[in-house]
């Protein structure tokens, strides 16, 4: 069993997405967690703003297999694999941590966006505070902690779960 941390993020149809992706990833892990949802300006393009959040479980799967069920789980739900990097999604699922490792195929893990956007390291600091990066060497929390937090304009939102969480 593996510890696995996942962003999510969403400017088209957010609520409906964020609650898709939750469902779909909260099927395969056990001891399953998640942040509050924040919202944030577009990074990178000029769009309308994100949800995002962190959710955080237990998994039977290999990272391979994670990694192709969080594509999978996006195409069901209208990403556009062709888009541009930076462009409006229906929903993005990332692989920030899969227990300790440090490798580049078929993610890289660490995610190298961890310390760098405060829409992924707020939410996971909020849910795994006192894990520490494995290339870094500091927990979540020092790294919140350290961060110039005036580089992107993020809040925390009311969420409606309907159930899900």
């Known amino acids: 069993m593996s510890q696995i941390y996942i962003s999510i993020g ?8 964020v609650r898709q992706g939750i469902a779909a990833i909260k099927a395969i892990c056990d001891e ?16 309308s703003n994100f949800y995002n959040l962190v959710c955080g479980g237990i998994t039977a799967l290999s990272v391979e297999q994670v990694t192709s069920l969080l594509r999978q789980i996006e195409v069901d739900n209208g990403r556009d694999r ?3 990097k930076f462009s409006s999604r229906t929903l993005d699922l990332d692989l920030l941590i ?15 966006e961890i310390d ?16 520490v990066h494995p290339v870094l060497k500091q927990s979540y929390a020092q790294l919140w902690a350290n961060y110039e937090k005036e ?6 939102i009311d969420f409606d779960w309907k159930g899900i969480i």
Do not use: C
Not at 10 to 17: A, F, L, Q
Not at 120 to 128: R, Y
Not at 151 to 156: D, F, G
């Open 116 to 131: 760098k956007n405060a829409f992924v390291l707020w939410p996971l600091a909020e849910i795994a505070p006192n894990a």
């Open 10 to 17: 969403s400017n088209i149809e957010r609520t409906h997405h």
């Open 32 to 47: 399953f967690t998640v942040s509050a949802v924040y919202e944030s300006e577009s990074v990178g393009f000029d769009g």
């Open 151 to 156: 580089q992107q304009s993020l809040w925390t």
């Open 82 to 84: 062709t888009a541009k």
């Open 98 to 112: 899969y227990d300790d490792l440090i490798i580049d195929v078929p993610a890289q893990l660490p995610r190298d």
